[in-house]
Each structure stands twice: as C-alpha cells, then as structure tokens.
C-alpha cells in the first residue's frame, strides 16, 4: 500500500508525517511553538527552524535513529515506553500522537508524557544548542559524553517541558523494581529520574541554577557538578535529600 507524506509547517516548525497524521500533527507543532517560546525565556539560544519527522511506526522510528534502540536496551523497564523520539542537529524524530497515545499506559499521566515528548526533544535540542559540550552533533565522542551526563540532558528536557509532573506513577514503578537508583541517576534511571533532580535543584535554588547546571558541564564530572550547583553542600547531603525527594513525589507528597 502507497502511504502518503505531506508537510506541515508552523512559523518555527516543518513537520513530515503521513497524510492522515495531519490534524495531529497541528497540535504537535502548536506544543513546540509554545514549547519554543517558554525556553526563551531561559535559554539564551535556541534553534531557529527545526524539521520534526513524525514517524508511523517504531520500527520506522528505530531504523531513522540507530542511537534511540541503545539507549532503550539501556534503560529501565518502566521508562521505556517514554522513549518515543530522538534529537539531532535542526531535527525531531518523533512517533505520531495516536501511537503514543497507544503506547502509554493505564495509569495517570503517562498519556501526558508521551504527549509531551516533542517538547522535550526539542528542549534537548536547545541544550545541544547552548551547550559546547553536549551534543547534538551525535559523534562517537560526544555520544559516550551524552551517556555519562544524560541524567542531566534528558532530566532538564523532562523538567522544561513539564513531563517531571506526570512522572509519579512510573517513578512509583521503579523504585520497586530492580536496585535503588545510582546517585546521580545512571543510564539506566536517567530518562525516567534526571528530571526529579533538576527538579529539586530547580525548587532549592531556582530555575537559572537549573539551567546553569544543563549548559555548564562541570569539567571534573558530575559530581563535582553537583557540589557546586547546590552551593557548596556535601554530595551526600544533596543524595538524601535527593532520595527523600523521590520518595515523596513516588507517594503523591510532592
């Protein structure tokens, strides 16, 4: 069967996608028009014109961008479903709505998520664009760079585009799956935990030490990053904080 692909375009946004996406493709580019003018607020640069592909299917999605089936095998069960897109320079690749609305779950807010996942990639997207350090451009290099800090690149996307809101009920699920959580979140956690971290920097510091925190990679590591994002305080000190943080929202207390 011959499908049909069309354009849509918004002031900022072109989106390809198939000819029957098309009403819901709208609302995805009236998401990162919105998206786009929030982060401006915050981000000093941001990504003029960027083309979104909105794929059918996630095997179509997998074979566009090799690097999103790697970082998938390397997260936890419970964030998988939200791994519905990839980033690279000027460019989205996304799943169409009605597959993510079809891939969420039952309970609440994880429809939310997924829906909300072409704000995130495109938040991702400005950090790359903001940052010297994080890609894109995806390159062996910068790739390994991205796993050691994607709790910090995929937890201020979830941050700024308000997924960490609808996170409760898959925060829930995985801290009763598996081992407890690595501080800062590993690869593993980094999709699903990164933005309860920005988060809380974000609520004890304000939201520019959170960005601050994304643009600025600490040259000594994360750790040390850390340190000196929370003024100073022991590591430990922010890990107990940071787990009791997660407990909280994990029982509905945020």
Do not use: C
């Not at 692909?5 to 998401?31: I, K, N, Q």
């Not at 090799?66 to 000027?90: E, S």
């Not at 062996?140 to 690149?153: E, I, T």
């Not at 920005?198 to 609520?203: I, T």
């Amino acid at each position: 069967m011959n499908v049909s692909w069309v354009e849509t375009t918004s002031p900022h946004f072109s989106a390809r996608h198939e000819e029957h996406d098309g009403d819901d493709v709208v609302g995805v580019l009236e998401l990162l028009e919105g998206t786009k003018e929030r982060l401006a607020e915050a981000f000093e640069v941001l990504p003029d014109h960027v083309a979104v592909v909105v794929h059918p299917t996630p095997f179509a999605l997998s074979l566009a961008q090799p690097y999103l089936p790697i970082i998938r095998r390397l997260t936890a069960p419970a964030a998988r479903r939200y791994l519905v897109g990839w980033f690279q320079h000027d460019e989205i690749h996304v799943l169409a709505p009605r597959v993510l609305e079809a891939r969420a779950s039952s309970v609440s807010g994880s429809r939310e998520m997924n829906l909300l996942a072409p704000a995130a990639l495109y938040t991702q997207l400005a950090i790359g664009a903001s940052s010297a350090r994080l890609p894109p451009p995806f390159r062996p290099g910068s790739f390994v760079r991205y796993v050691r800090w994607a709790w910090l690149a995929a937890g201020a996307a979830q941050y700024f585009s308000g997924q960490t809101a609808f996170a409760r009920p898959a925060i829930a699920r995985r801290l009763h799956e598996g081992p407890e959580p690595s501080f800062p979140p590993g690869i593993r956690d980094a999709q699903l935990l990164g933005g309860t971290l920005v988060d809380l920097l974000a609520r004890e510091q304000g939201e520019p030490a959170a960005v601050r925190l994304a643009l600025e990679l600490h040259p000594k590591g994360p750790e040390a990053a850390l340190v000196d994002a929370f003024s100073g305080r022991p590591l430990a000190h922010t890990e107990r904080t940071w787990r009791a943080h997660l407990a909280k929202i994990a029982a509905g207390n945020r």
